[in-house]
């Protein structure tokens, strides 16, 4: 049994900043990646960022140069640092790790870009 939870979501400006985290913990023997994604009311679930456990990243055009995401293996945590945040970034933001096992899901952060 494999638990996934994000936190770090709230309410922000447009402009500003926030960082989300996720940790898995249980019985996960290995993670190949991990990512995150995010779902806006009536859209579909989108990938954000993605980071191999070798450090290799991928972006979604859109949040190029404002999000960073980074992990700590250690750990088993992922983070997705989120600066000059616009409104179109408003979604539920969830994690992804995948591992041997297959693709592992947490209940999703509220971030709400809004003056």
């Known amino acids: 049994q494999v638990h996934v939870v994000e936190s770090g979501g709230g309410l922000v400006q447009p402009g500003g900043s926030l960082r989300l985290s996720c940790a898995a913990s249980?019985?996960?023997?290995?993670?190949?990646?991990m990512r995150w994604y995010r779902q806006a009311p009536e859209k579909q679930r989108e990938m954000v960022a993605h980071i191999t456990s070798g450090g290799n990243t991928v972006y979604k055009d859109s949040v190029k140069g404002r999000f960073t995401i980074s992990r700590d293996i250690a750990k088993n945590t992922v983070y997705l640092q989120m600066n000059s945040l616009k409104p179109e970034d408003t979604a539920v933001y969830f994690c992804n790790f995948i591992g041997p096992g297959g693709a592992y899901w947490g209940q999703g952060t509220q971030v709400t870009v809004s003056s």
């Open positions: 249980g019985s996960i023997s290995e993670i190949v990646a």
